[in-house]
């Protein structure tokens, strides 16, 4: 049973313009959520994150929101450039139940020039 | 600072035999957690050790178990490897106390079983 899903398994956007990815999830009881970004051949590197208290969190050219009745979250990229070409995660996590990452299966998205 | 390490890289092995995996945590953290990476499944839970004791458990047959050592450095086993167990196992690893969310992976051990 995949309770974290990201239905969209690629994304192809130009440099410049908005990327976004989106995630549902199941688990309502899930409480905090995390984008990685993976590269080939690397380990996840953690981009942004946000608690089920809010419905933002901004840095930089990142952007996650959450919508909590939808069970939906989304990572907006602005301006995509070629270097975010990559697989990117969503994970959740229910806080209190220990440190386990509930991960889904990735999209991949490419920035073209 | 030195990053999570995972040895080896690459590993190819034969069916039914086993395998040990290596991790190095990032200095002062105490947890880390194993992950199974298929093409098509994500990233998978195996486990989370935590001060030497499993603190979280995923949902994989007994062939996979682990071990933390007294200085955080954990191993993962896997007995009579089957071709499915063919994946990139990632180890992350975070100060592990409450609310911390701080989760640094290694660079993974490729495993191919033929």
């Known amino acids: 049973d995949q309770q974290v899903k990201q239905n969209s398994p690629s994304l192809s956007v130009q440099e410049g313009r908005i990327s976004i990815l989106n995630c549902d999830y199941t688990?309502?009881?899930?409480?905090?959520f995390l984008w990685y970004k993976k590269y080939p051949a690397e380990g996840p590197t953690f981009l942004i994150s946000i608690s089920s208290i809010k419905d933002k969190n901004e840095d930089g050219r990142f952007t996650v929101f959450l919508n909590k009745s939808a069970k939906h979250l989304s990572l907006h990229i602005v301006p995509s450039q070629p270097g975010d070409s990559a697989v990117y995660f969503c994970?959740?996590?229910?806080?209190?139940?220990?440190?386990?990452?509930?991960f889904g299966t990735g999209t991949q998205l490419k920035v073209e020039l | 600072k030195a990053g999570v390490t995972q040895t080896p890289r690459y590993l190819i092995k034969t069916r039914g035999q086993q395998v040990t995996l290596s991790c190095s945590p990032i200095?002062?953290?105490?947890?880390v957690s194993w992950y199974q990476q298929t093409p098509g499944q994500g990233l998978q839970f195996l486990f989370e050790?935590?001060?030497?004791?499993?603190?979280n458990k995923g949902n994989f047959p007994g062939r996979f178990s682990g071990r933390q050592f007294s200085n955080s450095r954990s191993e993962m086993n896997v007995s009579t490897l089957e071709l499915g167990d063919s994946a990139l196992y990632l180890c992350?690893?975070?100060?592990?106390?409450?609310?911390?969310?701080?989760?640094?992976f290694g660079s993974g051990t490729r495993l191919t079983v033929v």
């Open positions: 688990n309502s009881m899930f409480d905090y």
């Open positions: 200095s002062g953290h105490r947890s």
């Open positions: 992350a690893s975070s100060f592990g106390s409450s609310g911390d969310y701080g989760y640094t």
């Open positions: 050790y935590f001060s030497e004791t499993q603190r």
């Open positions: 994970a959740a996590i229910l806080t209190g139940g220990g440190n386990k990452l509930t």
